[in-house]
């Protein structure tokens, strides 16, 4: 499993955009990123999935520039309910357990 | 989304004790499910991969006679602490894959030792 790092941690103020950049420099060609949320004495949530470019949902948004090494994932306005862990991932789309990382501490202040 | 339902959600037990986790699929079939550990303030650590009907495959340094793991039917895994100590206190959460490779975590069961 490709190893990833991320930011220990990130402040940020209600309605701003908020932006998680996780390196994974040994993504294999057949990995995708994913993204987990998890909120204290929670399991965690899956947030978004890609393989390149741009991946958009309801919740966020996810960049993958062409060689894959990076990507990140932006919350748009975030609110207070927003302060969580972040999690990026990077492994096969079929088969294998999940290995998590640090991780990524965002708080989001009034 | 699918599922995934963990029972008890915290348990407080006494030192030398076993405690039985139940982690069940609610709509759906679980090929594989998978059992995690996660101290305050650090990440989630997998314990063990179990797959219906056969034995679970432990990470390195979890002690198999110590975490039990049954995985009797596609919808129910259970984890059993075994003599459980002080330091066996964690938040325990499981996750269940299904055929299409998603996979969908449970709420976490919160185990104190006194």
């Known amino acids: 499993l490709a190893k990833t790092t991320q930011p220990i941690s990130m402040d940020s103020y209600e309605g701003q955009e908020v932006n998680i950049t996780c390196s994974h420099n040994?993504?294999?060609?057949?990995?995708?990123i994913t993204w987990y949320q998890q909120f204290p004495s929670q399991g965690p949530r899956f947030i978004i999935q890609?393989?390149?470019t741009k991946v958009t949902n309801e919740v966020a948004s996810l960049f993958i520039p062409a060689d894959r090494k990076s990507s990140t994932l932006s919350l748009p306005r975030v609110s207070l309910s927003d302060t969580a862990v972040y999690y990026c991932?990077?492994?096969?789309?079929?088969?294998?357990?999940?290995?998590f990382g640090a991780g990524t501490t965002v708080t989001v202040r009034a | 989304g699918a599922v995934v339902s963990q029972h008890p959600s915290w348990v407080i037990c006494k030192s030398g004790t076993s405690v039985k986790i139940e982690c069940r699929s609610l709509?759906?079939?679980?090929?594989?499910m998978f059992w995690y550990r996660q101290f305050p303030k650090q990440s989630l650590m997998l314990m063990a991969t179990?797959?219906?009907?056969?034995?679970?495959?432990?990470e390195q340094g979890v002690e198999k006679d110590k975490f039990l793991i049954n995985h009797a039917s596609l919808t129910l895994s259970t984890l059993t602490v075994t003599s459980a100590h002080p330091e066996d206190s964690s938040f325990y959460i499981c996750?269940?894959?299904?055929?299409?490779?998603?996979?969908?975590f449970g709420p976490g069961t919160r185990l104190t030792v006194l």
């Open positions: 996750s269940a894959r299904r055929e299409n490779n998603e996979q969908f």
């Open positions: 890609g393989y390149k």
């Open positions: 709509d759906f079939q679980a090929t594989t």
């Open positions: 040994n993504i294999a060609t057949n990995d995708y």
């Open positions: 991932l990077v492994g096969p789309l079929y088969g294998g357990e999940l290995s």
């Open positions: 179990s797959n219906e009907g056969s034995k679970a495959t432990y």
